[in-house]
DNA sequence: TCCGTTTGTAAGCAACTGCTTACAACGCTA
DNA sequence: TAGCGTTGTAAGCAGTTGCTTACAAACGGA
């Protein structure tokens, strides 16, 4: 609706690549279900019938967008920072990586179901339970995984006071003593 | 399907509770979006036009299942016991109050949301509250209540291993531990 | 320059969605 | 028994959805 409306240069990757972040946006935003190929097609500026040629269905897509939305992060943290870095990239409201909202708001969506328990249960949790030396530290890992995914649902998703607002460092603090409770805590 | 097709006599009242049966476990299944009013029709063995002559819209309907899967087992329990039995009715498996999956599951929808912050936020939280003295003491009550939520999420939603499978009573204990650290710490 | 492939566009299709309407069967009351 | 509101049924409507098809424009190698 500019004036400057771009012709579209002849460019498959960067169509595909503006596809991809629509999607990663709108399904972060609204959920699977609650986003149409219409939308995401807009929002990237391409025909939605593009979408189809580069990625066949939407769930295709879908699951392209949670593969591409990593573990990168996870990969380059210490162990011992992982907690609070996660957290923290969690409760940062202007973040750029979607991936918990993705799979928050597509919980009742199958395929986002599967991508939890691969994404975060591998990789994740296993790198958590590094942080024990407890028999049972995977399940203890998977409790605390559960905390910060627990908090990212009310803070997101339920608008829960005075969560919402509360300072980062605030919830920082509590959630690792609590954890340092439930992961160091030997035996 | 069996010999026994029954007539359907003329219960309105009876028509509508099926109607709210056969909804609050759906959306419990399946979430919001992903369940139909063909579907909750279907299963109460009722007309579907019946469904918006009771309820008016689907969306109607959700909010009085909300409405109904409620705070009364809330109400009725002593705050120093209500962890361990929210916890408890949330690992407890063959369940009959839905109102925790209904959540999880329709957590991209907004309806939900809103409920999801006035049943949990007002009510549990509240209560929660009064287990600590802290100045911080709401947010200490959000993060364990996050806690309880996350765990649900992650068990029924992404079938986290060994989250699943691990016993009641394991998991009872590492989060009292945790939650008795962030709560009960004073300042 | 010619031609085949790649990229982008426009239109449409079949299925499904929430919701409505028109109507039949029942049961109560007068 | 006649009449009428209540309950249940069947069919359909308009909008949306994921996905497909038919075609035009741009590119690159010959």
Redesign the interface.
């Known amino acids: 609706m500019t004036a400057e409306q771009q012709v579209r240069k002849r460019d498959a990757a960067a169509t595909k690549a503006s596809l991809l972040d629509a999607a990663a946006e709108l399904f972060a935003e609204?959920?699977?279900?609650?986003t149409t190929v219409r939308d995401i097609a807009k929002r990237a500026g391409a025909n939605q019938s593009l979408l189809f040629r580069y990625f066949g269905t939407k769930e295709a897509l879908f699951e392209e967008v949670v593969a591409r939305s990593g573990l990168e992060k996870l990969a380059a943290t210490p162990p011992e920072q992982l907690l609070s870095t996660i957290l923290r990239s969690m409760l940062d409201t202007d973040r750029k990586d979607h991936s918990l909202a993705v799979f928050?708001?597509?919980?009742?969506h199958d395929s986002a179901?599967g991508a939890?328990?691969r994404q975060?249960?591998e990789a994740y949790?296993q790198a958590l339970t590094t942080l024990t030396d407890s028999p049972?530290a995977?399940?203890?890992a998977?409790?605390a995984?559960?905390?910060?995914?627990?908090?990212g649902?009310?803070?997101e998703?339920?608008?829960?006071?005075?969560?919402t607002n509360?300072a980062t460092e605030?919830?920082v603090e509590?959630?690792l003593?609590?954890?340092?409770?439930?992961l160091e805590?030997g035996e």
Chains 1, 2 share one sequence.
Request: aromatic share 4%; glycine share 12%; hydrophobic share 45%.
């Open positions: 609204r959920g699977f279900d609650r928050l708001r597509s919980a009742e179901a939890i328990r975060l249960g949790s049972d995977e399940l203890r998977d409790l995984l559960a905390w910060l995914l627990g908090i649902l009310l803070r998703i339920g608008g829960k006071e005075p969560l509360a605030d919830i509590l959630v003593a609590g954890t340092r409770t439930l805590r």
